[in-house]
């Protein structure tokens, strides 16, 4: 009876995560949008944890394609990708690839890495390590099939803090955001810039070679019709063409320390882009230069993705030692702002008529991450259920499918529950 149990709920949880696949950062539209989960008439006290396995350290953001999870982790001095089976957890294949880093001082408290989220495209996986090697795995086997360093091209090909730029797939082309330096702001000199490479082979196709990466993943979308990929590099925010990595606008936007990690999001010809104590500012990037439209200092995001769901941006931001918040994104107005002192980060993701905040600590904190359920109105910031998910940090995105949440931590990595 225990097998059969067994047997039933292993179908029930796989057929679930068939819902809605989650193949590299912020899903399939890179937007946070989990389309394919079945949130709950009403949320239940607590999650159900159905398994959880240490799977090692780092903090990118688990894939989910064809009923598998894949993930980017370092275990000793190699960074590994790992393929589980996302009904039971069980590995199904690894690759691991020796990787010995030192961050620099201001980052050793987040780790060596990685951070990168794997991207899954066309039966193959995408890993992006902390020192900007670019990976290609079969997604069946795990089996290499080819790999990209950057060594000859940029003297130090990973960004100051350590590559955390993701892959994004366009038309064929993997981009990735690779160099750095000794950094801008300690009167150094770097190279960096965004690179182009076929998806099948390798082969760079272009690169735009006009700034060191930040921390930020590129984005493409569409703005009167012309295809863009908008990013933030070390001290810029750039459109480039993704046919030939041609430079289509540029504006200047240094947060402090030159860190920029949050991923720009368009709305209409808005682009919308915050960072470190920079406030959120939008810029109109219809033509060849940038026109400000409108800025607001009553929130600043340091690490968390802003969510736009129609004209309304939901956000985390840093002020207040973290708390929600809600704007107009066509005029900047703030809607609503929710209980500070929440952590030092949320990674979100847009539910539907719910917004779900992965909250964390700061690197070193030994408290608690929460999930938390608040509604996506814009009338009042409305908590709907809170959870305890892991003692210590979890900077990952959740990966969210059917009935079932995905939450990697700094080591391990758990699934959870609905009814």
Known sequence: ????????????????????????????????????????????????????????????????????????????????????????????????????????????????????????????????????????????????????????????????????????????????????????????????????????????KWAWEGDCAGSATPVPVTVGGVPQLVTQTESLAVGLSPADGKLLWELEFKSQYNQNAVTPVVLGDLAILSGYQMGVRAYRIGGPKPEPAWQTREASMFMSSPILKGDRLYGFSEMGSGQFFCLDAKSSETMWTGEARQGTNAALVDAGAVLLGLVTPGPTDRKPSHLVVFGATDKEYEEKARYKVSDGPAFAHPVLSGKTIAIKDRTKFALWTLP
Not at 48 to 72: C, I, K, M, N, T
Not at 120 to 135: P, Q, W
């Open 1 to 204: 009876m225990r097998n059969v149990v067994g047997a039933a709920l292993g179908f029930l949880l796989s057929s679930s995560l068939c819902a809605q696949d989650w193949p590299g950062w912020r899903g399939a539209g890179h937007d946070g949008k989990a389309s394919g989960f079945q949130a709950p008439a009403s949320w239940p006290e607590e999650l159900r944890r159905g398994w959880q396995v240490e799977v090692g350290e780092g903090h990118a953001s688990p894939a989910l394609a064809d009923g598998r999870y894949f993930l980017h982790v370092r275990q000793g001095d190699s960074e590994v990708a790992l393929c589980l089976d996302a009904a039971t957890g069980k590995e199904l294949w690894r690759e691991a690839l020796e990787v010995k880093y030192d961050p620099p001082p201001d980052a050793k408290s987040y780790g060596k890495g990685p951070f990168a989220s794997p991207l899954v495209a066309g039966g193959r996986v995408y890993t992006f390590g902390i020192k900007s090697t670019l990976s290609c795995l079969d997604a069946r086997t795990g089996k290499l099939l080819w790999r990209a360093d950057f060594k000859d091209r940029f003297p130090k090909p990973e960004a100051e803090w350590g590559t955390a730029a993701s892959p994004v797939l366009v038309d064929g082309k993997v981009v990735v955001h690779v160099g750095g330096g000794p950094g801008k702001h300690r009167d150094g000199k770097g190279r960096g810039g965004v690179v182009a490479l076929d998806a099948a082979d390798g082969t760079v």
